[in-house]
């Protein structure tokens, strides 16, 4: 039953690549680059409309019917608008290794998750309740949980799209939690590895790449991972030994593969693929001749939305 609802996370997450392909299309030469960014493209656009209409009060976060609604005709407009895409036999065997790779890293990862998917310890309480108040929300900004009677003062955005996800999906919280932290790590990979693998042409680098930016977070724990792999005895290397780099020791550096291992759904890391995506939207700019204006446009919005998702990118 949960492996059908992880399914259903991502197949609903994975829609909005057909809001997203459209644009991604015209503003990214490489079809199979355009492809790998356009779900991200797509809750760029889509999340933005929803927050912006309810932040006006001009649409109940709360009628979900609506929303499903809006969603379904959106996708129901990129599928056409992009259906010469679809005829294609190359993009179609290019669609089947990206989702069929993607699908395979998500499933791999939430079942190592499934040995510690309790939300509890470390901070995952506080993330599982801003999660928890930006879906039961009516309008932007909701409630804080933690400050009674004030609307939150801490920026929610991430937490807002997992919600979208959610309650699209139908999905309790309580399980989205850790199918968003999937979500976030399969994506990492593909964004990191595609962006790579478009700029070298090289497999061995795009799955280093991967692996630097999700499996490690910095050249120590890299360093350190590889060493303790051929020879064991030389070093113990745990996820923990990148974050106290600095003295005092309470100067923390969350990096990527901490917060992976320990769960912690933190708004720096729900804003690490948005960060990807903006970085791909960023060597498009530079290898345009003649840069089109959508791509700026869809800049401008990939940059809003990692700017409230996480306020330090």
Same mark, same amino acid.
């Given at each position: 039953m949960e492996l059908l609802q992880a399914l259903l996370f991502y197949i609903v997450f994975s829609l909005a690549g057909a809001i997203g392909l459209p644009v991604a299309r015209r503003?990214?030469?490489? *079809?199979?680059?355009?492809?790998?960014?356009?779900? *991200?493209?797509?809750?760029?656009?889509?999340?933005?409309a929803v927050w912006l209409l309810g932040s006006f009060r001009v649409l109940d976060y709360q009628l979900q019917g609506i929303i499903?609604?809006?969603?379904?005709?959106?996708?129901?407009?990129?599928?056409?608008?992009?259906?010469?895409?679809?005829?294609?036999?190359?993009?179609?065997?290019?669609?089947?290794?990206?989702?069929?790779?993607?699908?395979?890293?998500?499933?791999?990862?939430?079942?190592?998750?499934?040995?510690?998917?309790?939300?509890?310890?470390t901070e995952r309480f506080m993330d599982m309740a801003l999660l928890t108040a930006a879906g039961k929300t009516h309008f932007f900004p909701f409630l804080d949980?933690?400050?009674?009677?004030?609307?939150?003062?801490?920026?929610?955005?991430?937490?807002?799209?997992?919600?979208?996800?959610?309650?699209?999906?139908?999905?309790?919280?309580?399980?989205?939690y850790n199918f968003a932290l999937g979500i976030v790590f399969s994506q990492s990979v593909v964004l990191s590895a595609a962006l790579i693998f478009t700029a070298t042409k090289s497999k061995m680098a795009a799955v280093l790449a991967?692996?630097?930016?999700?499996?490690?977070?910095?050249?120590?724990?890299?360093?350190?991972?590889?060493r303790a792999f051929f020879s064991p005895a030389a070093q113990t290397c745990r996820y923990t030994s990148s974050t106290r780099l600095y003295t005092p020791s309470y100067?923390?550096?969350?990096?990527?593969?901490?917060?992976?291992?320990?769960?912690?759904?933190? =708004?720096?890391?729900?804003?690490?693929?948005?960060?990807?995506?903006?970085?791909?939207?960023?060597?498009?700019?530079?290898?345009s001749k003649k840069p089109r204006w *959508?791509?700026? =446009?869809?800049?401008?919005?990939?940059?809003?939305?990692?700017?409230?998702?996480?306020?330090?990118?």
């Open positions: 503003i990214i030469s490489s *079809q199979s680059l355009a492809y790998v960014v356009s779900k *991200q493209a797509g809750w760029v656009l889509f999340g933005y499903l609604s809006l969603f379904a005709i959106a996708v129901a407009a990129g599928i056409w608008l992009s259906r010469d895409f679809f005829s294609h036999k190359k993009n179609i065997s290019n669609i089947l290794f990206i989702e069929g790779g993607t699908v395979l890293i998500y499933i791999v990862y939430l079942f190592l998750r499934s040995h510690n998917a309790d939300i509890n310890g949980p933690w400050f009674s009677g004030h609307t939150i003062n801490y920026y929610y955005y991430g937490s807002y799209l997992i919600s979208l996800v959610s309650n699209i999906g139908r999905l309790p919280y309580a399980l989205t991967s692996f630097l930016v999700t499996m490690s977070g910095t050249l120590f724990f890299a360093s350190c991972t590889v100067i923390i550096n969350e990096i990527p593969s901490y917060s992976f291992t320990v769960g912690d759904l933190h =708004a720096h890391l729900l804003a690490l693929p948005f960060f990807l995506f903006n970085i791909i939207l960023l060597y498009s700019l530079i290898g *959508q791509l700026f =446009a869809m800049l401008a919005f990939g940059i809003a939305t990692s700017g409230m998702i996480s306020s330090w990118d």
